[in-house]
């Protein structure tokens, strides 16, 4: 990145899964904010977006410090093709100057929470409950303390309110569980390896998809002990 131009630019053409995937072009725009954020020049990234969309995306701000969206208006659903996209984001454009544009997750069988929070006397501890927008409304969940197994986060989800989405609700498909279960393991295993590294997490909505589909991680919200920030 040179000192000599005015404005450096990044171009990233969306999308060219002819030529690259999604790991590519991130990993493209973050080694170009880091090169900006090291060498403190003007910079600037943009991204074509094709005129025929085949599925609906969703475009959500990007910006810290923000940790419900939906709340200021900085998620948008269901954008079908680029105008709508060039729309939403325009009527958010007082809120961020980074936005993130993604496929929309379709067949979500239920919502789950998977969260990270703090006891003084029994440390860190996993929270597992009904997620989406109406978590703080329904006050599913449950905890779960460190260490834990597979069979007590099954047995944890099936104390949820929600438990019988899991098993395929009026007609619904069951749920992929086991796949719910391997994140939440997961995020226990980070717990167990250091223990003081995360203040708090919260992934809502993990969303479950059909038995064998898995998993996506729709949002989530992280905070890190300062001695474990790269």
Same mark, same amino acid.
């Given at each position: 990145m040179?000192?000599?131009?005015?404005?450096?630019? =990044?171009?990233?053409?969306?999308?060219?899964?002819?030529?690259?995937?999604?790991?590519?072009?991130?990993?493209?725009?973050?080694?170009? !904010?880091?090169? !900006?954020?090291?060498?403190?020049?003007?910079? +600037?990234?943009?991204?074509t977006f094709s005129d025929t969309m085949s599925e609906s995306v969703a475009a959500r701000l990007m910006k810290d410090g923000v940790a419900h969206k939906t709340e200021v208006g900085g998620?948008?659903?269901?954008?079908? =093709?680029?105008?709508?996209v060039s729309a939403a984001v325009m009527e958010m454009a007082g809120l961020s100057k980074s936005y993130l544009i993604e496929k929309m997750v379709d067949g979500v069988v239920a919502e789950l929470i998977v969260g990270v929070a703090r006891d003084a006397q029994f440390g860190p501890y996993l929270l597992v409950g009904g997620g989406?927008? #109406?978590?703080?409304?329904?006050?599913?969940?449950?905890?779960?303390?460190?260490?834990?197994?597979?069979?007590?986060?099954l047995q944890a989800l099936s104390q949820l309110k929600c438990a019988p989405l899991f098993n395929g609700f009026r007609g619904a498909p069951p749920a992929? #569980?086991? +796949?719910?279960v391997d994140v939440i393991l997961a995020v226990a295993g980070m717990l167990e390896n250091n223990p003081l590294s995360i203040i708090e997490l919260d992934i809502n909505p993990l969303m479950l998809l059909a038995e064998g589909r898995g998993v996506v991680a729709a949002d989530a919200l992280i905070s890190l002990n300062a001695e474990y920030r790269q």
């Open positions: 040179s000192e000599d131009f005015d404005v450096s630019l =990044c171009l990233l053409d969306y999308p060219r899964e002819d030529l690259c995937d999604q790991s590519t072009w991130g990993g493209a725009e973050r080694g170009f !904010v880091r090169a !900006v954020q090291q060498t403190g020049t003007k910079a +600037a990234v943009l991204a998620v948008k659903l269901g954008l079908g =093709c680029a105008e709508e989406g927008i #109406l978590v703080e409304m329904m006050k599913d969940s449950t905890s779960l303390l460190m260490p834990t197994t597979r069979e007590r986060v992929d #569980l086991n +796949a719910a």
